[in-house]
């Protein structure tokens, strides 16, 4: 079975970021990571990564075409960005939200996602073990 994992917005960036919410890691590694999660799971993954909406909202439409599920950390976006939501739902797959840090006990606009009604399951404050996690619920979502 197939995950896209999508990060959105200044994850590419994630080793100049604080590393007491981000774990001080880069964005390789991270990637790195989820490929040996998804390797112990069986699954196979394909990474995206972008800074801008528009390709974003794009990737998620080509996705039903290459994979079964969605595993994403839209970043800032998760919080405002509603054509997100919007596309989430037209892929249709089940979709896990991933959130390194642990977004509901930070600033109040983080409390806030945009895929609250159109995901199947999210996981946030569990750094990078968060998506072994995520992929672990994509699994159970499939059976
Ligand atoms: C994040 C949390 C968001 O609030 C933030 O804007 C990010 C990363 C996380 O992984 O913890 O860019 O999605």
Known sequence: TRVAVLHGINLDA??????QHYGGLTFTQLEQRIGAFA??????????QSN?????????????????GLLLN?????????????????AGLPA????????????AWRHVSVLED???GKVSGQGVEGYREGLRLLKEAWA
């Open 96 to 107: 896990i939200e991933v959130h390194l840090s642990d977004v509901d006990t930070r600033e």
């Open 118 to 120: 159109v995901r199947t």
């Open 14 to 19: 994630l080793d100049r970021r604080p590393a």
């Open 52 to 68: 801008f909406e528009g390709e974003f909202v794009e990737e998620l439409h080509r996705s039903p075409d290459y994979a079964d």
């Open 39 to 48: 390797d112990e799971l069986g699954l196979t993954v394909s990474f995206f």
């Open 74 to 90: 839209p970043g800032a976006w998760t919080h405002y960005a509603w054509a997100l939501r919007d596309a989430v739902e037209i």
